[in-house]
């Protein structure tokens, strides 16, 4: 190749012209990312500012309405005010709980979807998002769980996804909490005598103190809080003191948020409790038999099981379950001491974060207030 200054002209414009094509190739793939990346921006953005669960959550009838088929939530607190709280604590009927304290029976809609998405994410910022999978999957998408279940098991409020489902679980997998139970069976029994003898509250009432009556279709159904939806009642673990002891010592006593309760529950011959649901599945609820007369049974997802006095019977109340007492009444009452528990397949970190987002209290909408 000869050189000259001609050639050397034409090299020069060649290397120019390719780096001007090389330029315009590079703008285009730089504009192609910027492209994808602000419509990546758009979709993150979406999912996250106004919630995947807008308008899917709790959708449909049955949903915290404190009634299904005819069944006032038993987890209800039943502290309206005046005569209409007085009718709504003691009715013995078809009755609709309207308690603003009631977390079952908060309205559905909207705004409760958002708060509870934004406590998760308010629990991620303060904590961590490790381990919160399952939990994040299930608020995500709770609207579709909780439509497209089978009716065998469909939890009213939260369903957590992936766990284990069986209507009646061994007494193995909660052995510790189990064999104490069973251990305090003479104390507990005995602290239920010195509580439902008492004389009534007041003039007019059946009832003695800390005693609500549940609705039924027939019977009657009382029960006697330690903890409502998370929250000790004072009054009554006063009563109570070697039944809170007990409670103290449990070790998956789901004590910090709504789904908590521990109480004693009393079944008169005849009464019925009628088919329903319970709000979640991340709980067990254990039902150590105090009192058991004949007659007496339990159905859970279709199958009857019969309590015995002190041993603890463990189930899972997000399958439809109903219970009855078919005896006479020389029989006298079915009498259990009840506590939730955590299904044991709920890590701790997701005990943790369910016990931030469902603190009595949190996801109450204030607006208004």
């Not at 003479?186 to 004389?199: D, G, R």
């Not at 004072?234 to 070790?251: E, F, K, M």
């Amino acid at each position: 190749m000869e050189w000259s200054l001609e050639s050397v002209r034409e090299m020069v414009a060649g290397g120019m012209q390719s780096v001007r094509e090389c330029e315009i190739c590079a703008l285009a793939i730089a504009m192609c990312v910027l492209l994808l990346f602000m419509w990546y921006c758009y979709r993150v953005g979406r999912e996250h500012g106004s919630s995947p669960l807008r308008g899917r959550y709790l959708a449909g009838p049955g949903r915290i309405g404190g009634v299904v088929g005819g069944f006032m939530n038993t987890d209800c607190r039943g502290r309206g005010k005046g005569k209409l709280g007085s009718l709504l604590e003691e009715q013995n009927g078809f009755a609709f709980c309207q308690s603003s304290d009631c977390f079952r029976c908060t309205s559905a809609g909207e705004s409760l979807n958002q708060r509870l998405y934004h406590s998760l994410q308010d629990y991620a910022k303060r904590y961590t998002w490790s381990g919160m999978g399952r939990v994040h999957k299930g608020v995500r998408d709770q609207g579709r769980y909780l439509n497209s279940r089978p009716t065998i098991q469909r939890p009213e409020v939260f369903f957590l996804p992936d766990l284990p489902s069986a209507p009646f679980f061994s007494r193995e997998i909660q052995r510790h909490d189990v064999e104490l139970l069973e251990q305090s069976f003479p104390a507990l029994l005995a602290e239920f005598e010195s509580i439902y003898h008492q004389p009534p509250a007041r003039s007019g009432s059946s009832l003695p103190p800390g005693w609500k009556v549940n609705s039924t279709p027939r019977g009657q159904w009382w029960t006697y809080y330690l903890v409502n939806q998370g929250t000790p009642l004072v009054l009554n673990v006063r009563r109570c003191p070697r039944a809170w002891r007990v409670l103290g010592q449990l070790r998956t006593f789901i004590a910090n948020n709504v789904f908590g309760n521990a109480c004693f529950s009393v079944l008169t011959p005849g009464a019925l409790i009628t088919e329903h649901y319970g709000p979640t599945n991340v709980r067990l609820r254990c039902h150590l038999g105090l009192r058991v007369p004949p007659s007496c049974e339990l159905v859970v997802g279709g199958e009857p099981q019969c309590w015995s006095e002190g041993s603890c019977l463990l189930f899972d109340d997000s399958f439809l379950h109903r219970a009855f007492h078919e005896g006479g009444e020389e029989d006298g009452p079915r009498v259990v001491f009840m506590v939730d528990l955590w299904h044991p397949n709920v890590a701790a970190a997701e005990r943790q974060a369910l016990d931030y987002i469902f603190t009595p209290g949190r996801l109450e909408d204030r607006e208004g207030k």
